[in-house]
Nanobody, 120 residues
Framework: QVQLVESGGDLVQPGGSLRLSCAASGFSSRSYVMSWYRQAPGKERELVARISNIGLSTNYADSVKGRFTISRDSAKSTVYLQMKYLKPEDTAVYFC?????????????WGQGTQVTVSS
């Protein structure tokens, strides 16, 4: 059974830190590009950070550059999102995503999400 299970979401004060985890099972996540997306109430889901299948390349949304760091531990089939200097506008449900582009056909999985709330 394919699963992406996120954890680590919590209520945190502005300026605080959190680390999200995404544990993959049921498929070979080493072959997948892993990403974190987020969706705030009333807004569209947006890409937060992405890491290549072997972890050599990362990309970040402008709004989180310098504050968030994505990493992966292939031995544990887990992807992390370290979040620092959190702001109220970071409040959202954070989703883990896995995509494999080749070989065809494209394969994609989503987690169920974890809530991050930044508030005093």
């Amino acid at each position: 059974q394919v699963q992406l299970v996120e954890s680590g979401g919590d209520l945190v004060q502005p300026g605080g830190s959190l680390r999200l985890s995404c544990a993959a099972s049921g498929f070979s996540s080493r072959s997948y590009v892993m990403s974190w997306y987020r969706q705030a109430p009333g807004k569209e889901r947006e890409l937060v950070a992405r890491i290549s299948n072997i972890g050599l390349s990362t990309n970040y949304a402008d709004s989180v550059k310098g504050r968030f760091t994505i990493s992966r531990d292939s031995a544990k089939s887990t992807v992390y999102l370290q979040m620092k200097y959190l702001k109220p506008e970071d409040t959202a449900v954070y989703f883990c995503n896995a995509v494999r582009y080749s070989p065809a056909p494209r394969s994609e999985y989503w987690g169920q999400g974890t809530q991050v709330t930044v508030s005093s």
